[in-house]
């Protein structure tokens, strides 16, 4: 498969306490996006970050990504209960004959007050 | 909000019904597209459509029919669907068809009894 494949499934942590996921992909990337989904609602579009550039910030999120390695990873810091949510990465590669962003199963998030 | 709406929200229907998803974007974008999300898989990309034309076709059933009259708006049209069709539709948009960031509507909850 060549989707991002998000570490670990499910995440159960308390309010204060950092968050960190995952993402693994096969294939050269032109960048990597990563998205949050509320239970039962549409994704929204968190960050990218381009395939020349190692570490973002936003917020309380912080991203990184090795290309050498293929992995990408969401921290979030002093996370509140307003954080539970899925978070899914979608690196954007080239399939098919044209560029394309390829999700994966998500990361379940539960932040406990 | 996202700037992508879906109608309706909720959607109940028998296998032998006939009926339809509405997905509206205001912001002006040249690509759409309906992605299937069932519990615990990644997001299905069903359909792409690029300034109105469908530009990919993930092998999806003929029971699912889409279409796109115009770059603001997409419809999918359900008829004789089955019980395992039950999942999350959602709707997204993108400014141009390659990778870029996508603005998801809240989707559409089916149900098919």
């Known amino acids: 498969s060549q989707q991002g494949e998000e570490d670990p499934q499910a995440l159960s942590i308390q309010e204060g306490e950092n968050a960190t996921m995952n993402c693994s992909y096969k294939?050269?990337?032109?960048?990597l996006q990563w998205y949050r989904q509320n239970s039962g609602r549409g994704l929204v579009h968190l960050i990218l970050i381009r395939s020349n550039e190692r570490e973002k910030h936003s917020g309380r999120l912080r991203v990184t990504l090795d290309t050498s390695k293929k992995s990408s990873s969401l921290l979030i810091t002093a996370s509140r209960a307003a954080d539970t949510a899925s978070y899914f990465c979608?690196?954007?590669?080239?399939?098919?004959?044209?560029?394309?962003?390829?999700f994966g199963a998500g990361t379940r998030l539960a932040v406990h007050p | 909000e996202t700037g992508v709406t879906q109608t309706p929200r909720h959607l109940v229907m028998g296998m032998t019904n006939k009926k339809s998803l509405k997905c509206e974007q205001h912001?002006?974008?040249?690509?759409m597209y309906w992605y299937k999300q069932s519990a615990k898989k990644p997001l299905e990309l069903m359909f792409v459509?690029?300034?109105?034309?469908?530009?990919e076709n993930n092998s999806v059933p003929s029971r699912f029919s889409p279409e796109c009259p115009n770059s603001s708006h997409l419809f999918l049209h359900l008829h004789t669907l089955q019980p395992e069709d039950s999942a999350l539709y959602l709707c997204?948009?993108?400014?141009?068809?390659?990778?870029?960031?996508?603005?998801f509507g809240p989707g559409t909850r089916l149900l098919v009894l």
């Open positions: 997204a948009s993108s400014q141009d068809f390659g990778g870029e960031t996508q603005y």
């Open positions: 979608a690196p954007r590669l080239f399939s098919g004959g044209y560029n394309k962003l390829i």
């Open positions: 459509y690029s300034l109105e034309e469908r530009v």
């Open positions: 912001l002006g974008h040249n690509a």
């Open positions: 294939t050269s990337i032109n960048n």
